[in-house]
Structures are given as structure tokens and as C-alpha cells.
């Protein structure tokens, strides 16, 4: 089992930057594909981006491609979102997702341990 906490959410203006941090407990991180999600207010779930364990593939919302990153540092047990140009529409309570599934990155359901979320504004 895995708990995950976000931090590195706030307020920034429009075409600003933030960087999500999500740390992982255990010792077992490296076995695990970790996603990010976002959730704007009343909506479902979405995908935003998703790396596999050694961090050797990298998966991204078409929305996002271009201006987020994802990375890892299995050392630290910490999943990293990188985001620029952030815009408005952007502002969602954000979720980083671990899976040991190796398919369906995209999916919700396919994540077993989900952390509490960040939360992002972005003012225009």
C-alpha cells in the first residue's frame, strides 16, 4: 500500500508557472506508475499526465502537451507536475494516482491509492 500527499498548489496569475510535488510513502515507489489528474469544481476527474515507473515513458492530455511536464525521482518517493502557461480554466483541485496496472494510464479506474489534492488557481 501507498499514501500519497500533493503539495505546490496556490494562486498564480495567467501564464504563470507552478510545480506540483506529490510524495509517496513506503518503499516501495519505484514499483508503481503515477498519474496526475484535475478536477475542476462540479466536474469529473481528468486526465492530465502519467509516468511509468522508471520514469522511461511519459503520457499527456493533448490539453497540456507543450506546457507540463512530468518527472520522478524514485530516490526521493516524489512525483513532480510542472506546469506553465498556466490558464484560467486551469484552476482544479489537482490529484496525484498510483497504479502497478501497465496499460490505461489515462483511466481513472485504473489507479488504486489517490492523494487528498492540491488546489490550483489561476487568476486571469
Known amino acids: 500500500q501507498v499514501q500519497l500527499v500533493e503539495s505546490g498548489g496556490g494562486l498564480v496569475q495567467a501564464g504563470g508557472s507552478l510545480r506540483l510535488s506529490c510524495e509517496a510513502s513506503g518503499r516501495t515507489f519505484s514499483s508503481y506508475n503515477m498519474g496526475w489528474f484535475r478536477q475542476p469544481p462540479g466536474k469529473n476527474r481528468e486526465f492530465v499526465a502519467a509516468?511509468?515507473?522508471?520514469?522511461?515513458?511519459?503520457y499527456y492530455a493533448d490539453s497540456v502537451k507543450g506546457r507540463f511536464t512530468i518527472s520522478r525521482d524514485n530516490a526521493k518517493n516524489t512525483v513532480y507536475l510542472q506546469m506553465n502557461s498556466l490558464e484560467p480554466e486551469e484552476t482544479d483541485v489537482y490529484f496525484c494516482a498510483a497504479t502497478q496496472r501497465k496499460y490505461g494510464f489515462r483511466e481513472i479506474q485504473k489507479y488504486d491509492y489517490w492523494g487528498q489534492g492540491t488546489q490550483v488557481t489561476v487568476s486571469s
Open positions: 509516468i511509468t515507473k522508471n520514469g522511461g515513458s511519459t
